[in-house]
Every structure is written in structure tokens, then in C-alpha cells.
């Protein structure tokens, strides 16, 4: 059973940084695709990030530079470092993954994901 479990989320002020990481577990696969996803109230779900098992990276245009995903294998772990920080980075952030490879097209900051955390909340006040 594949689990990830996010942690890092919190409140900081515009201009700050946060590290979010996410546990995986349960996952036996070495190709996949993993990403970052967020969701405000009432809006749809964004794609952030994502990092494919090729080393291959993408970003939502709007975290472009501010945001970095990165990956620990030894770890089980996936990471998104964000730097300046906004207000209108506040969201529930979500880690995902799905089995991918290469042939199965870009592994892109929207891509389709089967396997979903439960979130971690972000807050950024002006």
C-alpha cells in the first residue's frame, strides 16, 4: 500500500522560506513520477511541481525560481524548498505520485497522479 505522508507546513511572512517534505512508502516501483500539488478553498487543485525518475523537473509558471523540488532516494523522501514566499502561495499542499515512464509523456507540473497525501498547510501573511 503506497503512502505519503507531507510535513514542513506552517505560517511564515511574505519574503520567508519553508521546506515541505514527503514521506513515501509502500511504493516499489524505480520509475515514477512525483509531485507538488496545491489547493485554496474554492478553487481548483494547481500543479506546482513535479520530478520524474529520469531526474527530469517542471514548475508551475507562477513558482518558477522561487521554488525548488528535489528528492532524496535514500530517504524515501520528496522535497519542495519555496523562497520568497507570497500570500498568495497559502494553500493546502498535497505530495502525489504516479507510476511513469519516459514513453508516457513529460512528467509536468499537472500531471496525472493516482497517489495522494493528506496535505499540509501553508500560510504566508503580508
Known amino acids: 500500500q503506497v503512502q505519503l505522508v507531507e510535513s514542513g507546513g506552517g505560517s511564515v511572512q511574505a519574503g520567508g522560506s519553508l521546506r515541505l517534505s514527503c514521506a513515501v512508502s509502500?511504493?516499489?516501483?524505480?520509475?515514477?513520477?512525483m509531485g507538488w500539488f496545491r489547493q485554496v478553498p474554492g478553487k481548483a487543485r494547481e500543479g506546482v511541481a513535479a520530478i520524474g525518475s529520469d531526474g527530469s523537473t517542471s514548475y508551475a509558471d507562477s513558482v518558477k525560481g522561487r521554488f525548488t523540488i528535489s528528492q532524496d532516494n535514500a530517504k524515501n523522501t520528496l522535497y519542495l524548498q519555496m523562497e520568497s514566499l507570497k500570500p498568495e502561495d497559502t494553500a493546502m499542499y498535497y505530495c502525489a505520485a504516479v507510476y511513469w515512464t519516459s514513453g508516457s509523456g513529460s512528467c509536468v507540473s499537472n500531471y496525472g497522479m493516482d497517489y495522494w497525501g493528506k496535505g499540509t498547510l501553508v500560510t504566508i501573511s503580508s
Open positions: 509502500g511504493y516499489t516501483y524505480s520509475s515514477y513520477c
